[in-house]
């Protein structure tokens, strides 16, 4: 949705609207804070509730499984609880929570939820703090623009806080909801998830089990320049939650972001692992598995130098998604884009440019039947079906410049067909893959420039680039960009003969992208080309040991020992 600002007044409006509608909660005050509650392999959580102490055991798990993102537990818990206590009003409000999910961005199931909270009907005999809970969760799925109704529920919940100082849950969902209420155009969206850092560090201080404290931390120092804040909470999470997937993935954000590759594999690993277990043992759908941590996977393993593990994780996605259901069209985009971002990934890395035809193929065959789905003018819907069909246009496109192929005017125009049917929307989402799709067209062109010797149009186009990317949000994971302007940039004026200047791109480069490998190799030979031996040896040797389980017989690995030995460092 149009992402529109809302003044105060409004956003106090609807919370007090929906506060008239529990005045028939008890007047009764929580006299202490509640002791937490182990809840085996999900974390330690502390939610006293008006259910039976049969159901109220399933609420608990429901509200720890809510604070890892385990969406799908968090609502067969909840349910659960209900079904026991029909009572346990609580539960309902589990529910309706475990059908919003903030930071990822997916779509919120406002309707689902509604009717989950009609269910809610004599609150004569819960606590005036549980009625709070209902009252901020009621203005969530209210009227108006998700955006407003985030910022409405966001002062609810800090309302809550503020009112029960006591409520670690209260504190944490409240910290949850800021970053919640951020949208990729806000300018101050930085400063509000350092607000939810801190917020959460105070909590995990003083809760070191809690599942909720130690994620959003995460969630919240997610950017190069903050990611070490996060570190000590990253390296614990995955043990407090060690039974969700999303736990074990997450500490990978952080580990990613400092170019800790084993640490950020070890983390995926154990994450797909997961995934594929908890599938099984409920025997549901293939296209349930964490395929988002299958793709950091990859990349991972790409920078590690094992391309050999990297190219049958490719396999297994493409297997995979051969077994997707046909009638879950979400699932099914959401797995087409995976692919072929892996696949782009995989080919832009290993710069195997022949390979881009054959691997990407059939999503670019799709993207032809997606055209029919839109009109010249921006639309939300049509962006969501051509948005999977685009690294494998630039992927096809970029290789096509590098083997100089005539081909790469084609995917060009095709980006730039995409661009312009979603130039001026709106909707943050697609203006940034507007601003993704402008880099990924200049790109290619510069490539076309370099391949008949253009090194002047090449670097001006690339300077273009540049700048749009440096205007995106910082990155986080594996580059939206599949081939960072800046290492691009760094390898074109190599080829060129500037080697300090390329120097000064890579340099850039491995500051938004610490440790990633490319850029690392584009230093070496940078520093080698431009008199600088020490430097030279430095980045080789640091490449070379980040590339100890690589695949033996790379010509990179062997580049980088080759000079090492000459230079009498290895």
Known sequence: MPFTRFSNRAVLFLVAFVTAVFAACTTEQQSKPAEPARLGKLGTVAFPASCSNHAQANFLRGVAALHSFWYEVALDEFREATTIDSDCMMGYWGEAMAHNHPIWGDPQETEAARKVLEKINDTSKLTPRECAYLQAVKVLYGEGEKPARDRAYSAAMEKISRDYPDDVEATLFYALSLMGTVRAEDPAGLQIRLRAGAIASDIYQKNPNHPGAAHYILHAYDDPEHAAQALPAARRYAEIATEAPHALHMPSHIFLQLGMWPEAAASNEASWTASDQWVKQKNLSISKRDYHGLHWLLYIYLQQGRYGKAEELLNVMRQSLAEFPKDDP?????????????????????????????????????????????????????????????????????????????DAQKYMAELTTIREQQSGAKEPFIAQVVTMTEIQELEIAAMCNVATGNFDDAIKTMKQANALEEAMLSPSGPPNVIKPPHELFGELLLRAGRPQEAAQQFATSLRRHPNRARSLLGAARAAAKSGDPQGAAHAYAQFSRQWQQGDAKLPELREAQDYLKRAGAH
């Open 330 to 406: 979400r699932n099914l985009m959401f797995g087409t884009f995976t692919y072929a971002s892996m696949t782009a990934a995989f080919v832009a890395e290993t710069e195997r440019w022949d390979a881009a035809e054959q691997l990407l193929g059939i999503p670019h065959a799709k993207t032809e039947d997606s055209k029919s789905h839109g009109g010249s003018s921006p639309n939300p819907m049509q962006a969501y079906v051509v948005v999977p069909q685009i690294p494998a246009i630039f992927t096809r496109g970029l290789a096509a410049a590098a083997q100089g192929s005539r």
